[in-house]
């Protein structure tokens, strides 16, 4: 029998006999000699290859060559392209002086495109711990927020069934639309625009969310693409034509509608829906329906609606599929009405601020109260407590909820999407454990393929596990189906920018600025490309050239919290910084109190330091006294008694924060807790140290660079030391 000539693991497919590598569909570039090595490699899963062995197979006999500078050079590169790391491996082992060993189930397709499962060791992703581990996980900032609940239990191993899974997977990747690719030939691009409420002002958030449940019905269906919430919320009673809309969008079918609510003569609630779909490139329609229902009806309308438009665009549904479009969550009213305030509050999971995040767990707990199998009101409430424990003050009694939620979500339904999405978010932010967190969101991507939030969640979990460039190809499938979606091109921005590429970065940001010009994360990272350049001024004029719209204390608040920028604002900004009060910060005194801190030392005023770091001190053990493993609270604390002067102190609380968050571990928000390890080491007068931990920092994918060091008055003891005038050049 002949040997299979096509290899899949987790989202990678390899033809041998073709010499490719494709992930997810995508053809990745890969040079001949780490593609050798992989081929190599995936012929005996499990086992040692040795080094000798790869000398014969690489290399002809009679060739000179440093051999260990080529192999490792292709294993570098192997890894490169698999988004691997040596430190946390999830596809090669590397063991020392003998060799390599691939790690991950392999399953292998013959000719006639049947998948065999091939016995190797499982995927460490995939792996069940059976206790959790939390640390801090978001976006660095002085508002520290994450902490450990339970203690790591050791990885439960998966047997033949995680194999035999892994053959299934391999099968299905195989057949979905590439992530990062065009649309396939003859699928058909819809956007689904917002359905104009023509009654009371305060029933819009029930209009947004017929729109939205349509828009999730028709997601998956096969020949079609429909672009994402995100994008279609700047389109709310819109006047543009739409051709405009559709070359925007890259849309070729719109789908609007109009609702009115109203009472029958017997004073039953009413809902009136008349959907239309037109072409895009000339406005001609291509059907039309009324629809008129009792309220409780509307559940069946919804998925009517999405039934007609997949019949008029001539898409063939299976059975599984139409059943599909008539399921609800939920037949119980007030419970959906419940859940689509939640939407309204959360913004439909793009809140970031803990008042509107708090809103939305209140309604999605009333949600789940009035109907407790409603699945998707489950998964939401699990995601806003996960933003809330990351954006707020973390307790221990959010993070119970979060988890509790999410498995609620995939009790109910185990084989949708959003539960799995729900628990790679709680493991992500909340758990701060990525490598748990990476199978269940790879597994939402899988089942709901056309969804850019999921991509989303995707890109950023392989960010914490430093898979930097493999991100980027999610994002940009994200942005393809939202592409107006600004947080995906925030996002974009940042991990450009976290690699270097700030050229790139500032496009992005500046296209998200085009279409939010007022949004704070946008105007601050952009201000931030600047800084790397070594440019304060460039930095300080991206700020001043804010539109009046943007509130100058949310502004001021907002740079000397997240990623300690306290020292770029001009000094007018910096006076009224010290004049905020908590409140410009949700009422946390540990972040007003350490902000004004900063600002205090940066104007020499020894009283006002310590006052302030006193302060914060006393707010920071109250709260880690609940979260007692959040390592950036943790390096804060450090950082406050470094101000306070004591110094043997504030360097063992720092110590012990990198402890809890090495880079290893967490690729997005470690550097930026061993950066504080660096400035409380240079507040002590411990240089060498300082220096010692300062230098990695610049050889990854993190936002300082030799221009920021060389305007950053926080280095700045450290600028006659001649290791320090070597670093920046």
């Not at 590439?178 to 409420?197: I, M, S, T």
């Not at 973390?394 to 628990?423: S, V, Y």
């Amino acid at each position: 029998m002949p040997s299979p000539t096509r290899k899949c693991f987790g989202t990678f497919d390899v033809d041998l006999e073709a010499g490719e590598l494709r992930r997810n569909g995508l053809k990745l570039k890969l040079q001949e000699k780490p593609f050798q090595m992989l081929a190599m490699l995936l012929e005996r899963p499990g086992e040692v290859v040795t080094r000798d062995a790869l000398r014969e197979r690489l290399w002809a006999a009679d060739t000179f060559v440093d051999f260990d500078h080529g192999l490792n050079t292709a294993t570098r590169k192997l890894r490169q392209a698999l988004g691997d790391s040596a430190e946390n491996p999830r596809f090669i082992e590397t063991l020392a002086r003998r060799g390599y060993r691939f790690i991950a189930p392999v399953a292998s397709v013959g000719a006639a495109g049947a998948t065999s499962p091939v016995d190797a060791r499982p995927d460490p992703a995939d792996a069940t711990p059976a206790n959790l581990s939390a640390g801090p996980a978001r976006e660095p900032s002085i508002a520290a927020s994450r902490a450990p609940l339970l203690r790591r239990g050791r990885v439960a191993v998966l047997g033949v069934a995680a194999i035999l899974i892994a053959a299934v997977v391999a099968l299905i990747v195989m057949t979905r639309r590439p992530a990062g690719a065009p649309a396939l030939a003859g699928a058909k691009r819809l956007a689904v625009l917002p359905f104009e409420n023509l009654g009371s002002n305060e029933d819009d958030y029930f209009a947004d969310g017929i729109t939205d449940e349509v828009r999730g019905k028709l997601m998956n269906l096969p020949g079609l693409e429909v672009i994402a919430r995100s994008s279609w919320n700047e389109y709310r009673k819109t006047r543009k034509k739409p051709q405009e809309i559709g070359k925007e969008l890259g849309a070729e079918y719109l789908l609007t509608g109009a609702v009115r609510f109203a009472r029958g003569g017997d004073g039953t609630r009413r809902v009136q829906v008349s959907p239309e779909l037109s072409l895009a490139s000339t406005g001609a329609s291509q059907w039309a329906q009324p629809f008129d229902a009792t309220l409780t009806d509307v559940f069946q309308v919804q998925g009517e609606i999405a039934a007609r438009v997949a019949q008029a665009l001539d898409v063939a549904l299976s059975a599984g599929e139409k059943r599909g479009l008539e399921a609800t969550s939920t037949r119980n009213l007030p419970a959906y009405e419940a859940y689509l305030r939640g939407e309204e509050a959360s913004r439909g999971m793009a809140a970031a601020d803990p008042p509107s995040l708090r809103r939305a767990v209140g309604h999605y707990e009333q949600a789940v109260a009035l109907d407790a199998g409603f699945l998707e009101a489950w998964a939401n409430l699990s995601r806003a407590s996960s933003f809330l424990y990351a954006n707020g003050t973390p307790t221990p009694a959010g993070a119970a909820r979060a988890r509790e939620a999410a498995e609620k979500a995939l009790a109910i339904g185990p084989g949708r999407a959003e539960g799995h999405h729900a628990l790679g978010d709680y493991y992500r932010i909340v758990v701060n454990d990525a490598a748990r967190a990476l199978p269940e969101n790879e597994r939402a991507r899988r089942l709901s393929p056309g969804s850019a939030d999921y991509a989303t969640s995707l890109a950023l979990t392989r960010q914490y596990l430093g898979e930097w460039e493999a991100s980027l190809a999610d994002l940009e499938e994200a942005q393809r189906l939202d592409p107006r979606s600004v947080n995906t091109l925030r996002r974009l921005g940042f991990a450009n920018f976290r690699l270097h590429r700030t050229s790139e970065a500032r496009k992005a940001y500046e296209r998200g600025l085009a279409l939010a010009p007022t949004n704070l994360s946008l105007l601050r990272e952009r201000a931030m490309t600047y800084l790397a350049e070594g440019d304060l001024a460039g930095a300080r004029a991206v700020l001043k050239a804010a539109p009046k719209e943007v509130e100058p204390t949310a502004l001021v608040a907002f740079l000397a919290n997240y990623a300690d920028l306290v020292w770029v604002l001009d000094e007018a900004q910096g006076d009224l910084l010290l004049r905020l009060t908590p409140s410009a910060f949700d009422d946390d005194r540990s972040v007003w109190a350490i902000c004004l801190a900063q600002a205090s030392a940066l104007r020499r005023d020894a009283s006002n330091v310590r006052k302030y770091a006193e302060i914060a001190h006393a707010a920071i053990e109250e709260q880690l006294a609940a979260v007692p493993q959040d390592a950036q609270r943790r390096a804060v604390l450090g950082l406050s008694l470094a101000y306070m002067g004591r110094k043997a102190e504030a360097i063992r609380e720092a110590e012990r924060a990198v402890g809890f968050l090495p880079i290893s571990r967490d690729a997005q928000i470690g550097p930026y807790v061993q950066h504080q390890l660096v400035r409380v080491y240079i507040l002590s007068g411990e240089s060498e140290k300082a220096l010692d931990k300062l230098e990695p920092l610049l050889k990854i994918p993190y936002h300082l660079t030799r221009g920021w060091l060389k305007i950053d008055p926080n280095f700045d003891p450290l600028r006659h030391s001649p290791r320090f005038k070597k670093l920046i050049g």
